[in-house]
């Protein structure tokens, strides 16, 4: 990632982006000058405190929103303001209610313009390898949150982009069903060999998962630091209590924090 190893592939690059949104009230710098480089098949979260320009910088990944300045490059091609480059899940699972989960989860392929049936068939082994197969025919409405995000996840998956963006898709769900969606998703990111980008303000889940974690200033957002987890895998939920977690934690809560007051904290929970 992040001005590690020259030899290995960058897979995206964000150069020097910039966005500024013109409002009534005056131009609002939402995030300025950032620029980063991820290496293929890395995991990659981003942290930062709410209103730092997270969202702002992924709907630029994904090529919803145009930079005010600056390039993002995938494998050494500018996508800039390209939509469908790259797969892009937001925090909701957004799975349609008239349709089986199923027919949820083929909904991409379809867009693409391949047919019903040979969607079905292509999905159907994935769900039954990754927990889903016994609720195919199920509805939304019939599933917990925990496995209507695991068929948002295949069905963003599905896509065939070897780039996933994925905007705290854990935050609803209750502390045991996270952890097992965590280690879920750290079984797809192996699978695939996907590179993943992941918004979270969790930061010991930024720690569990990731190689690598960005850390974001206050809006507008900057790049604050960059640095490699360095623990290693496969992690057991029990790492969350050797001195090296503790250290990146103190590490990234420093980083999240610095420069606040008392009052500025007050002030946003008032």
């Given at each position: 990632m992040m001005g590690t190893s020259s030899a290995a592939p960058k897979k995206l690059d964000l150069r020097g982006i910039t966005k500024r949104f013109d409002t009534p009230e005056?131009?609002?710098?939402?995030?300025?000058?950032?620029?980063l480089s991820v290496e293929k098949g890395r995991f990659t979260s981003i942290i930062g405190q709410s209103g730092c320009g997270k969202s702002t910088l992924f709907n630029i990944f994904a090529g919803l929103?145009?930079?005010?300045?600056?390039?993002?490059?995938?494998?050494?091609?500018?996508?800039?303001g390209r939509a469908g480059m790259i797969s892009y899940m937001l925090q909701k699972?957004?799975?349609?209610?008239?349709?089986?989960?199923?027919?949820?989860?083929?909904?991409?392929?379809?867009?693409?313009g391949i047919g019903r049936d040979a969607a079905r068939e292509t999905a159907r082994p994935f769900l039954a390898r990754y927990g889903l197969g016994a609720f195919e025919n199920h509805y939304p409405a019939a599933l917990s949150g925990g496995m209507r995000q695991r068929a948002a996840?295949?069905?963003?998956?599905?896509?065939?982009?070897?780039?996933?963006l994925l905007d705290e898709p854990f935050a609803a769900l209750d502390a045991q069903t996270r952890f097992r969606m965590q280690q879920w998703l750290l079984t797809l990111w192996r699978d695939f060999d996907l590179?993943?980008?992941?918004?979270?303000?969790d930061v010991d889940e930024a720690i569990f998962l990731s190689d690598d974690i960005?850390?974001?200033?206050?809006?507008p957002g900057r790049v604050r630091d960059s640095f490699p987890v360095?623990?290693?895998?496969?992690?057991?939920?029990?790492?969350?209590?050797?001195?090296?977690?503790?250290?990146?934690?103190?590490?990234c809560l420093e980083l999240l924090f610095e420069g606040r007051t008392s009052e500025d904290e007050e002030a946003e929970t008032a």
């Open positions: 005056g131009g609002i710098l939402a995030v300025d000058d950032i620029s929103l145009k930079p005010s300045s600056g390039a993002v490059v995938l494998d050494g091609e500018d996508i800039t699972d957004l799975l349609l209610p008239w349709r089986t989960i199923l027919d949820n989860v083929i909904f991409g392929l379809e867009l693409q996840l295949l069905r963003t998956l599905l896509c065939n982009k070897d780039v996933i590179t993943i980008l992941f918004v979270t303000h960005v850390v974001l200033s206050p809006r360095g623990l290693p895998r496969p992690r057991a939920r029990d790492i969350v209590t050797t001195p090296e977690f503790g250290r990146l934690k103190h590490r």
